[in-house]
């Protein structure tokens, strides 16, 4: 298999960091500096928002909450700027700023296929399934005259297995991610649908 991104490393971040995390103000500065693309910037809050909740219904203290926001908000944001480079620019920023590495591990497994580097932990696998469905739902979203308003997951369903539709989502990459998280498709996408983070961008 070839990747397209391969970080060819295996190691992220010095554990000596864990427990240091930037506030959700300093995140959303580097976010505002370095993306401009604003419906970038919306992926990934949506994202981040979805991590956020799952650490919530988990029961996650505060700090988690928001290792697992900052995750999600800051996963994608070298892709405006450094499209060829993503992920390792903004790995390699938040290892200058002795970030916790498991915010950074999380970021580097996002993508198996195009990275090389697997989700091992429980925010690892979550960060990957919410990336892909998180966007997946948005699209949905958009093409519906009422938006969010009564997406159900039959129909929902239906245009997963329609290829033309949002075809650069990965179908493939969605069943790996379910699997690898040990939750179900359906049970995912109810999930977005109900913490999903609303917008027309
Ligand atoms: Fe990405
Ligand atoms: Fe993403």
Not at 53 to 62: H, I, L, M, P, T
Not at 75 to 104: T, V, Y
Not at 162 to 177: C, G, P, Y
Request: with cysteine.
């Amino acid at each position: 298999m070839t990747l397209s991104h391969p970080l060819n490393r295996t190691t992220f971040g010095n554990p000596n960091d864990e427990g240091n995390l930037m506030t959700l103000a300093e995140a959303e500065l580097l976010l505002n500096t370095w993306v401009k693309n604003e419906k970038l910037v919306f992926h990934m809050q949506q994202v981040g928002h979805l991590m956020k909740s799952y650490a919530e219904v988990k029961g996650y203290d505060a700090y988690t909450q928001r290792l697992w926001h900052l995750s999600g908000l800051l996963h994608d944001a070298d892709w405006d700027q450094w499209p060829d480079d993503h992920c390792r620019k903004i790995i390699e920023e938040l290892e200058a700023r002795n970030q916790d590495p498991r915010m950074i591990k999380a970021i580097a497994s996002h993508g198996p296929r195009y990275f090389g580097v697997d989700p091992d932990s429980e925010m690892d696998k979550m960060l990957y399934a919410f990336d892909e469905l998180s966007g997946f739902v948005h699209a949905y979203s958009l093409m519906r005259p009422q938006g969010y308003e009564g997406i159900e997951i039959k129909g929902f369903k239906k245009r997963l297995k329609d290829k033309s539709f949002a075809a650069q989502v990965s179908r493939e990459d969605i069943t790996d991610a379910s699997q690898r998280a040990g939750i179900t498709v359906e049970e995912l996408i109810q999930f977005v649908i109900d913490n999903q983070l609303r917008g027309v961008v």
